[in-house]
């Protein structure tokens, strides 16, 4: 069964979703544990393990002394799914200006117009309301629908050197996805 989770993106980042330049995200969420002390922990390739889940994957401590019959590991579940689940991006939006009162429960998408900040070219943006934080969208009003393709984990200073380098060599999600909408 397919799932499908919100997921926030900002700045220019849906603009970059649609038009392809950008094909996967960095997340930190649910790897607290790890990134506690993200030096003593090694993650495991599931594919080295029978019975674990897809969207599992498997750390172990490099303190573990592995032959004293207990092993220090973490199971961690990707909170945003495994291959061929749904994310929904969540980003800046604005709706009609004559419902700029009401909150987004109250809203529904017959009821007016929409605008996208990432987007400042659509017709739309000029005749926008109040701008509303991302998180605040609700699943209707996501205009980009995305397919996990591939889901793995990292430390942050292996991404590519095109990429920004923190001083904390934190692990992170590695989400690839597909536009489907």
């Keep these: 069964m397919v799932k499908e989770t919100g997921i926030i993106s900002s700045g220019n980042h849906p603009k970059l979703i649609l038009s392809g330049e950008k094909t996967m995200t960095r997340r930190t969420s649910g790897l607290d544990k790890v990134n506690a002390a993200p ?3 090694i993650a495991v390739r599931r594919d080295q393990m029978i019975g674990i889940p897809l969207d599992t994957f498997i750390f172990h401590n490099k303190e573990d ?4 019959g207990e092993s220090i590991r973490e199971l961690i579940k990707c ?4 291959v ?3 994310l929904w991006v969540r980003e800046t939006w604005a709706y009609a200006p004559w419902q700029d009162d009401l909150p987004p429960r109250e809203l529904s998408e017959e009821s007016g117009l929409l605008a996208y900040k990432a987007c400042p070219e659509d017709i739309n943006y000029c005749l926008a309301g109040k701008w509303r934080p991302s998180i605040f969208m ?3 009003a996501s205009r980009i629908t995305l397919e996990i393709t591939e889901v793995r984990v990292e430390r942050v200073q292996e991404i590519t050197n095109g990429d920004a380098r923190w001083e904390v060599n934190l692990w992170v999600w590695v989400i690839s996805f597909k536009v489907v909408k």
Excluded: A, N, T
């Excluded at 002394?65 to 004293?68: I, K, T």
């Design 84 to 86: 061929g689940d749904r």
């Design 65 to 68: 002394r592995m032959g004293d």
């Design 79 to 82: 909170p945003y799914g495994q």
């Design 138 to 140: 609700p699943r209707w």
């Design 39 to 41: 030096d003593k922990w």
